[in-house]
């Protein structure tokens, strides 16, 4: 029997299974939104016999466990004249792994009944898997192949790199896409920072077998991983798998060396294309994480732009004189780079008015802050709306768990959290305003060449 061909038997398995997510369906559909308080806090921090950490949350209200990771690295790690090799890599991890080829892995995650996928960001590798409780041991079995044994095999490879291809191909006839690029350079010159994640035509058509595979084992360690588990499965339980998946891997990784690098502000950049709407970026200094300003810089960034409906950008751009259908502000805390950034979309014709309007309301929250007023409302949504956009599912705190690891946050952060935004004073958000957004911006245009006002 070839791989793609199916038993009677597991046909029978492939039905049960379906019937099963279906029933698990319906009743998420009947669960609240929000998984009840003592899940989204009571957080174990759980080590295997070969070391490997993880962070754990269980949780029986249905038989399902959600794994998150991430290995450091991401496309700051692809060698120069291979840039979108990581990419590529993550395109691959579930397209054959050790004795499995491509059409035997995914019919193993169809009869196990397990989601997976794998992603590649700037600075770092994510992987993520779902099954339910009943397929654990063999969606974790498939999983450890996926870790430690992909096959990059060369028909999986050319399948995905042409996936990728097509859409660097589309990026570049894509106005955003290439104005987008052309202010990466400006901002970050030779940083890795500044190149495509997907990479070129050239250089990912460069990409060999064996130059995923070296990647893969210079970046995927123990050391250089962060895990969040979420679901049916207990500490001692994930001990065994979590030694199961991630300890033979090496314990140390061999990462290129990255410098950190500040955006080159004080620029402006104008892409001229006959568009109807013009595209407009400002990129102000960023603060980073483990900063003792960060939450004032945070809840100041709330009130300028982020929190969207009730910023001073959304009431000025928006409501008060429709120039944009949304603005908005955001804080950007990167391994190697930090930044604020702002930005809309507007009609060509009143690109210069909004731009001109934008910086109005930059110039007024540094010179003067916000209130005593708007600081309480932002307070207030901040504290409660993280349970819902970080805590409201076992995957959402699967990824909360991961990104409080890499940033080094503390097993107890979310309930250290409201007291570090409860403790930030007025004066602390003006100070963070003038730090922040007194620099001169650096300012993208994209759209017809008279939209920058000439």
């Keep these: 029997?070839?791989?793609?061909?199916?038993?009677?038997?597991?046909?029978?398995?492939?039905?049960?299974?379906?019937?099963?997510?279906?029933?698990?369906?319906?009743?998420?559909?009947?669960?609240?939104?929000?998984?009840?308080?003592?899940?989204?806090?009571?957080?174990?921090?759980?080590?295997?016999?070969?070391?490997?950490?993880?962070?754990?949350?269980?949780?029986?209200t249905?038989?399902?466990?959600?794994?998150?990771?991430?290995?450091?690295?991401?496309?700051?790690?692809?060698?120069?004249?291979?840039?979108?090799?990581?990419?590529?890599?993550?395109?691959?991890?579930?397209?054959?792994?050790?004795?499995?080829?491509?059409?035997?892995?995914?019919?193993?995650?169809?009869?196990?009944?397990?989601?997976?996928?794998?992603?590649?960001?700037?600075?770092?590798?994510?992987?993520?898997?779902?099954?339910?409780?009943?397929?654990?041991?063999?969606?974790?079995?498939?999983?450890?192949?996926?870790?430690?044994?992909?096959?990059?095999?060369?028909?999986?490879?050319?399948r995905i790199r042409a996936q990728i291809m097509t859409r660097i191909q589309r990026d570049m006839r894509d106005p955003e896409s290439l104005g987008q690029e052309e202010f990466a350079r400006a901002l970050y010159g030779d940083h890795p920072y500044?190149?495509?994640?997907?990479?070129?035509?050239?250089?990912?058509?460069?990409?060999?077998?064996?130059?995923?595979?070296?990647?893969?084992?210079?970046?995927?360690?123990?050391?250089?991983?962060?895990?969040?588990?979420?679901?049916?499965?207990?500490a001692e339980t994930l001990k065994t798998m979590l030694d199961k998946v991630f300890g033979d891997l090496p314990q140390e990784p061999e990462l290129l060396p990255v410098e950190h690098v500040s955006p080159k502000l004080d620029q402006k950049i104008s892409y001229a294309y006959p568009l109807p709407?013009?595209?407009?970026?400002?990129?102000?200094?960023?603060?980073?994480?483990?900063?003792?300003?960060?939450?004032?810089?945070?809840?100041?960034?709330?009130?300028?732009?982020?929190?969207?409906?009730?910023?001073?950008?959304?009431?000025?751009?928006?409501?008060?004189?429709?120039?944009?259908?949304?603005v908005g502000s955001g804080l950007h805390t990167g391994e190697y780079a930090d930044m604020l950034t702002i930005g809309t979309s507007t009609r060509a014709d009143r690109a210069k008015e909004t731009l001109e309007l934008i910086r109005d309301v930059v110039r007024g929250m540094a010179q003067e802050g916000p209130t005593e007023a708007e600081l309480e409302r932002a307070k207030t949504y901040l504290i409660g709306a993280y349970p819902i956009n970080n805590l409201d599912s076992s995957a959402a705190i699967a990824r909360t768990l991961v990104e409080l690891q890499l940033d080094d946050r503390g097993i107890d952060y979310i309930d250290r959290r409201v007291g570090y935004i409860n403790a930030v004073t007025l004066d602390q958000v003006k100070a963070a305003a003038r730090r922040l957004l007194i620099a001169e911006p650096a300012i993208l245009v994209i759209g017809p060449e008279a939209a920058d006002g000439g």
């Design 194 to 234: 500044a190149r495509r994640s997907d990479g070129t035509d050239e250089t990912l058509g460069s990409v060999k077998p064996e130059d995923l595979k070296a990647l893969h084992a210079r970046t995927f360690a123990r050391s250089n991983v962060s895990i969040g588990v979420v679901g049916a499965i207990d």
């Design 1 to 60: 029997m070839n791989a793609t061909e199916a038993t009677p038997s597991m046909q029978a398995n492939r039905f049960t299974l379906t019937l099963t997510t279906l029933l698990l369906a319906l009743m998420f559909l009947t669960l609240p939104a929000v998984l009840p308080a003592r899940a989204a806090v009571d957080i174990q921090e759980v080590t295997s016999d070969s070391g490997v950490k993880a962070w754990l949350v269980e949780d029986y």
């Design 277 to 326: 709407q013009a595209t407009i970026q400002l990129v102000y200094p960023g603060i980073a994480r483990d900063d003792p300003e960060f939450f004032p810089a945070f809840l100041m960034n709330h009130i300028l732009g982020g929190g969207t409906f009730s910023s001073r950008l959304f009431d000025e751009v928006r409501e008060k004189r429709g120039l944009a259908y949304g």
């Design 62 to 158: 249905v038989p399902i466990i959600s794994v998150r990771f991430a290995f450091n690295g991401g496309s700051t790690q692809d060698p120069e004249g291979k840039e979108g090799v990581s990419t590529l890599m993550t395109g691959l991890f579930d397209e054959g792994a050790g004795d499995l080829d491509a059409d035997a892995f995914q019919e193993r995650l169809d009869e196990v009944g397990a989601e997976m996928s794998f992603n590649a960001t700037r600075d770092a590798v994510y992987g993520q898997m779902r099954v339910l409780e009943e397929g654990r041991d063999d969606a974790f079995d498939l999983l450890r192949l996926a870790v430690n044994n992909p096959r990059f095999d060369q028909e999986p490879v050319d």
